[in-house]
């Protein structure tokens, strides 16, 4: 019975969501006070109903409902319980679940916050993420129902992928979503404007936070995910290309341009019909990537189950959101360049070249992730460009993003002048070549390593000349807003994650190696000694552990345990083990037993030697922390000033009549 | 008009994908194409593994269907791949012609010793020449060829018991059907 809740749960849900997203339109057109002021409550309701199926899903997990088709699937008896939990978002119904219940979070909390925005403003607003809501919420009910039954019912369920069993996949989902569904908000915002006909500096100043925040978030959700990729996959690399992480990197990377842009439109007033038309995108490009990961329309090593029947929905669903808003962009977006000029040597410049060459690299993610479908298309076979398409093109277009970061701060907005620049290039040029000089010595000469020491100096050296700048120069007190604090912070994380990149990518090693028990093996430095293997249990898998002990120069570094693991359901999962350091990780997978069955002889084994790697996802929580700590400025709470409130009641006043 | 250009762009993406779900309802997603399906195998002649004074050619095999599966002893997926052969490699219906690609022969025949040997014969491709002509770009793959010397089916990466009952025992059913 409970389970037929749930979807009643859902069903009232979508029709709240659908009164959330028209009536409050209908009042901001009519002037009607009274069903603007219904988006408050149906979305808490919409949210409420959504909470209570989620929690009845979860529920169903935790007391092995396995009459629950999506449950029998996604565990079993002996799954652990924070492992059903995560299971909730194992596979696709769920985690549409889980996106609604993360969009319906945000909705509630920007209608708490938006409590001093204009009425007919927040009224838009919030209408703008009801029909989102709908889309979502219609996708579930009609193609997607996770409470769906299963009759006969099973004894025991299936498993969850074991490639999911893994803590970094319980928390990588719902940040992630955290990210996509948070750009819904500057989304929300921008339509709001197009819709009103105006966009208000003060518009984008509130819109600010939500744009950070949620690129911290899908930061965050990035790194969880790479961390995972590189920890579970045993293929002991980072970041692969794959289409599902283009998805969620496209979002970033334009995510990253608006708010940036933002930040120039905030201030200055200028860029206005650019920052528009990047949070259409931003959002866009997540709802995309749950399109790409949804519909099957390209394949992957993210194994989804892909039906055609969802991809036509989200297809739709894409047009008439995305089409929508950019026809209303095309009609309605400022005419007027609008905001303060700028010269050619100012801030606004060196923002905007950076934003264009964000927005260009998306694009060119985006065409390489879209490649095999185009080569189908244009029927020129299959091609997917991979790697060396992207790791050139990449690289290529961000050299001038980080050759100009440092110079971003320096100048002034409106006017900069170039004379005092001159002094500043010259430190940070001595500091990125001395540094480079001395790294030289200790990657033995190699190129890219040395140009990546350079490459991170050049930031770091800005980044800290700009703060010493602020801290000789400002009033105690005021020289670090958190604004400020935020954008040195990420700009710092950029330092620490190119200089992870580029020394990681050089300087591992990596050997495929047979071992007998008692065999040694040496790589980068370190002994790795092979003790041989034996079957080792856990609450839901039997594994071969291997025993390897890691000594430099004769002391003892550590012992690693690499597994490769059966789960009950057969499903055969490599387990790596990683010695984790701040200078280098070793990296253990076990292969295969030379001798199929004896597990006690010689083993293949994959050994790495990564230095610099964790400075990757180091750099990536940096600017994570720099996202949140610019997104809790004092600056961007919402004051409703005199001025303002009568300027509303004006606006109100003239929609009326209009 | 340069306001309509993002709508214009997405318009195109939008067709792009419609004919992407249009595409994948009509194919097989995990068929790799491969331009030698259906196309009579290049002619080779190889020495034998065990004995490297006899060939084994194309010519010689016809008559037979044989699953051609190309492995090496350096080659880490075809550790994965092995057991699934030792286990099913002589339910499948068809001789298993081991194709030892660029490898050392000693290592090969170690590596054999110590894993067991699922084939009925093995030749080895030290140079590779061959391989090219048959457009290997890797190991393990495996190719279905017919009694005429056809290929009929090509599976690029290690051969699980997935594979072989949702693919091979299928290919292996059609040839069977066509020569009794």
């Known amino acids: 019975m409970t389970p037929e809740l749930g979807q009643l749960a859902l069903i009232l849900a979508l029709l709240l969501a659908l009164a959330q997203g028209i ?63 995560a299971a909730v ?15 319906n979070a945000w909705t509630v909390a920007l209608a708490a916050f938006s409590q001093k925005l204009p009425e007919v403003f927040a009224a838009r607003v919030l209408a703008v993420m009801g029909l989102v809501a709908v889309g979502f919420l219609a996708f579930i009910v009609f193609t997607s129902d996770p409470f769906g039954r299963l009759l006969p019912m099973p004894g025991d369920g299936a498993d969850l992928n074991p490639v999911l069993q893994d803590p970094g996949m319980t928390f990588h989902p719902p940040v992630l979503y955290m990210g996509y569904v948070g750009f819904s908000v500057a989304f929300a915002f921008s339509i709001a404007g197009l819709l009103g006909g105006e966009m208000e500096q003060a518009w984008v100043r509130w819109a600010r936070p939500w744009t950070n925040a949620a690129w911290g978030f899908l930061t965050a959700g990035i790194v ?32 990253l341009a608006l708010i940036h842009a933002q930040a120039v439109t905030e201030k200055r007033g200028s860029l206005r019909a650019w920052t528009i038309l990047l949070s259409i995108f931003a959002f866009s490009l997540s709802l995309l990537g749950t399109f790409l990961v949804r519909s099957g329309v390209l394949t992957s090593v993210h194994a989804f189950a892909s039906d055609p029947r969802r991809g036509i929905f989200i297809l739709a669903f894409l047009t008439v959101v995305v089409g929508g808003s950019l026809l209303l962009y095309a009609l309605r977006a400022p005419k007027v360049a609008g905001g303060k000029p700028f010269n050619v040597v100012s801030r606004e410049t060196v923002l905007l070249i950076g934003n264009l060459l964000f927005a260009v690299a998306s694009a060119m993610v985006l065409l390489g992730t879209l490649f095999p479908l185009i080569g189908d298309a244009l029927n020129l076979g299959k091609i997917s460009v991979g790697p060396p398409y992207f790791g050139f093109l990449f690289p290529l277009l961000m050299l001038p993003v980080v050759l100009l970061m440092p110079f971003g701060p320096f100048l002034r907005w409106g006017k900069g002048e170039a004379a005092p620049l001159k002094g500043l290039l010259l430190r940070i040029i001595v500091a990125a070549v001395a540094c480079a000089i001395v790294a ?21 050296a800005g980044t800290v000349l700009f703060a010493y700048k602020r801290w000789r120069e400002a009033p105690r007190g005021r020289r ?26 050089t300087l591992s090693v990596t050997s495929d190696v047979r071992m007998a028990p008692g065999q040694t093996q040496r790589i980068g430095g370190y002994d790795f000694r092979f003790d041989g293997a034996h079957r080792t249990t856990g609450p839901n898998w039997t594994a071969d552990q291997g025993i390897i002990v890691v000594t430099r120069d004769g002391n003892k570094v550590g012992t690693m345990l690499p597994q490769k693991r ?6 055969v999962q490599t387990e790596s083990a990683i010695d984790a350091g701040f200078s280098r990780d070793l990296y253990v997978a076990l292969g295969e037993p030379m001798d199929a069955g004896n597990i006690q002889g010689a083993w293949s084994l994959r050994l790495y030697y990564k230095p610099f790697i964790r400075w990757i996802w180091g750099g990536g929580l ?28 004006g606006l109100l006043a003239q929609e009326t009549r209009a | 008009m340069s306001r309509l250009l993002p709508l214009i762009g997405f318009m195109l993406l939008v067709g792009l994908f419609g004919f992407g779900i249009w595409w994948n309802t009509q194919h097989d997603q995990n068929e790799v194409p491969s331009p030698l399906i259906n196309k009579p195998a290049p002619a080779f002649v190889l020495p034998r593994l065990d004995d490297p004074t006899q060939t084994v050619s194309k010519a010689s095999l016809l008559g037979k269907p044989y699953l051609l599966n190309v492995f090496a002893s350096w080659c880490f997926a075809c550790g994965e791949e092995h057991p699934t052969l030792m286990a099913e490699g002589s339910q499948l219906g068809v001789m298993l012609l081991g194709y030892d690609y660029k490898d050392a022969p000693d290592d090969a025949k170690n590596w054999l010793r110590e894993h067991g040997n699922p084939y009925r014969m093995v030749v080895a491709d030290r140079p590779g020449r061959t391989a090219i002509d048959f457009g290997v770009y890797g190991a393990p793959e495996s190719f279905l060829i017919d009694a005429k010397g056809v290929i009929r089916y090509k599976h690029i990466g290690p051969i699980t018991p997935e594979v072989i009952t ?14 009794p």
């Open chain 2, 166 to 179: 949702k693919e091979l025992k299928p290919a292996v059913a059609a040839l069977r059907k066509e020569s």
């Open chain 1, 440 to 460: 030289a010595f200790f990657v033995d000469g190699q190129l890219k390593a040395t140009v990546g020491v350079a490459a991170a100096v050049w930031i770091a």
């Open chain 1, 622 to 649: 940096l600017m994570m922390v720099g996202g949140f700590t610019a997104a809790a400025d004092k600056r961007f709470r919402i004051k409703r000033s005199v001025d303002e409130a009568a300027r509303t009641d």
């Open chain 1, 480 to 505: 670090y807003p958190a604004e400020l604090a935020g954008m040195l912070l990420a700009h710092l994380g950029m330092a620490v994650f190119v200089m992870g990149v580029l020394l990681s990518e």
């Open chain 1, 566 to 571: 059966t789960y009950l359901r057969g499903q």
């Open chain 1, 224 to 255: 969880a995910g790479s961390w995972w990729a590189y920890a579970e996959l045993g293929w002991g690399g980072w970041w692969f290309w794959d289409p599902v992480e283009n998805a969620s990197f496209m979002p970033w990377l334009v995510g």
């Open chain 1, 89 to 103: 978002w194992g596979a696709h119904e769920g985690s549409l679940l889980l996106w609604i219940l993360i969009l």
């Open chain 1, 23 to 85: 009536l409050p339109l209908i009042g901001a057109w009519r002037g009607n006070r009274a069903l603007m002021a219904t988006a408050r409550p149906a979305a808490a309701g919409q949210a409420v109903f959504v909470a209570i199926a989620f929690g009845i899903l979860v529920w169903a997990f935790l007391h092995f409902d396995f009459s629950v088709r999506y449950v029998a699937d996604n565990s079993n008896l002996e799954l652990p319980w924070y492992y059903r939990i």
